[in-house]
């Protein structure tokens, strides 16, 4: 935790101990990690972030370098961020995000392909306006990290953000080349080509999701309202 930026601390040993004593654990027993990721954990579904976050530091020095523990710091962070801009204190919403990329990069670092912190660290990093830094990440993230479904549609979003439309046509057809038979990169493709008007090549997208996952229902709404639900799906919705 050396490499952190500098900044004041949330809380105490003292809070620390008072709230674990509530929790269950006894005195004279130092907090293991999952206990700390626990507490940490419960302050972020209360949205009380600031707490959060002092406990997942907790977790951080006991255990170092845990991926989802990385993560979820980068997650308070970000979302500390949000409140600091709201207040209109734009130089500690600034300190927040820097800290949000150093955790999401942390786990990058450790695990190349965690989905959840390569997105974080792009949403931080466009909250910090830095978007071509974003979008460098993102191609990163498909060159070495994939090749993966994820990856391309990732990547794929991010371009179709800053207008390259070309760009996130080519990125949505490696998503579906490379994992054929991922339903959910079908609709991805599918909503983009709908976005910009392309129905024939939708349909062809939405009835591959069909195929691969019939019981999704804004596919099979697509599909009847542009009357291309294939033969035996239009005859099992008219069974009594």
Request: contains cysteine; hydrophobic residues 45%.
């Amino acid at each position: 935790m050396n490499n952190l930026p500098r900044r004041i601390r949330f809380g105490s040993p003292i809070m620390l101990a008072a709230i674990l004593a509530l929790s269950g654990v006894l005195p004279g027993c130092g907090p293991n990690y999952r206990q700390l990721r626990r507490e940490g954990q419960r302050a972020m579904l209360s949205d009380s972030y600031g707490a959060a976050r002092y406990f997942l530091e907790q977790a951080e020095e006991v255990r170092p370098r845990g991926v989802e523990n990385l993560h979820d710091l980068g997650v308070c962070s970000v979302i500390l961020a949000r409140q600091r801009f709201a207040e209109m204190n734009h130089a500690a919403a600034m300190r927040e995000l820097d800290e949000a990329v150093f955790y999401y990069s942390q786990a990058i670092d450790v695990y190349p392909g965690h989905q959840a912190s390569i997105e974080g660290k792009n949403i931080a990093l466009e909250l910090k306006g830095q978007f071509e830094e974003a979008l460098k990440h993102a191609e990163w993230a498909a060159e070495f990290v994939g090749p993966s479904a994820k990856q391309y549609i990732f990547l794929a979003n991010e371009l179709e953000q800053r207008g390259d439309v070309d760009g996130a046509l080519l990125r949505f057809r490696q998503a579906v080349a490379v994992e054929p038979d991922n339903a959910e990169a079908h609709v991805t493709f599918a909503r983009f080509l709908l976005h910009h008007n392309n129905d024939p090549a939708a349909i062809y997208h939405l009835q591959a999701a069909y195929r691969l996952d019939p019981l999704n229902d804004w596919v099979v709404e697509q599909l009847a309202i542009r009357s291309a639900l294939p033969p035996l799906a239009r005859a099992a919705d008219k069974t009594p």
